[in-house]
DNA sequence: ATGGCACGCATGGCGTGA
């Protein structure tokens, strides 16, 4: 099983990508973010052009997150259940081929100073709750999306640089780490341990692709009895050098079930 | 030290991204 995640940076701008990259790299899971579209005006007649199933929740201008699925998906789910805003454009679960399958758009923060930071570290500590809800670190579970934390040094150029960045400030990387121990492994670091592989390369640094300056915050994990089953871990880089790219490119995993 | 790019939109500037 082949599942894959992207941030999109708008579905709209880059329906030929996904098109594109579903009919080469057949993926039986694409989980996007940052679609940036309202339900009303998703490209779902485009997108059904392809076979796959997709649901979708969505918000004008901003987040928005979509999973394309081969098979129908089951136990379809947007948000969070905790009687706080729900959030419902930056969290879908779903589960497909007997796998529960959660892709997050998790909060950026902004600033280290800003309102926004405090419920983006707020919203990982509701994250792990709503896992301990709803999940059970025994059974097969995935979640990837764009976690907007560069977990270690290697998972950022100029780590030295970046510590007072809402990406890879101490508290946000403690807040992603907490949740993370809930049950779930960083497919990408198990299969390779000490590999600088980033997904994201800014667009602020036009060179920033070939200088290699990018970060890694989109991930995929499993649960541990899943993980052990995973046998594959790629970053595709050619989306992200084309041209009208978006910032981020796709991660994909292959578990052998 | 600062600005740089891309996207969406009550679209000519701003909020947001990271």
Redesign the pocket.
Known sequence: MKIATY?V??L???LPVVLGWLEQQQPDVLCLQ?T???DT?FPALALASTGYHTIFRGM????GVAMLSRVIPDEICFGLDDGQDPDEARLVRAVINGITIINT?I??G?KLDSP?YVYKLEWYKRLRVYFDKHLSPDRPVVWCG?M?VAPEPVDVHSPEKHLQH??FHELARNAYKETVAWGFVDVFRKLYPDRQQFT?W?????NSLDANKG?R?DHILATASLAERCTKVEVDIEPRRAA?SS??TFLWAEFAL
């Open positions: 941030n940076n708008s709209r701008k880059r940052e940036k579209v309202q005006e004008k201008s901003y987040n758009y909060p950026n902004f926004k764009d907007n809402v990406c994201f800014d667009y602020l640094r036009p970060w915050i009208g910032d981020h």
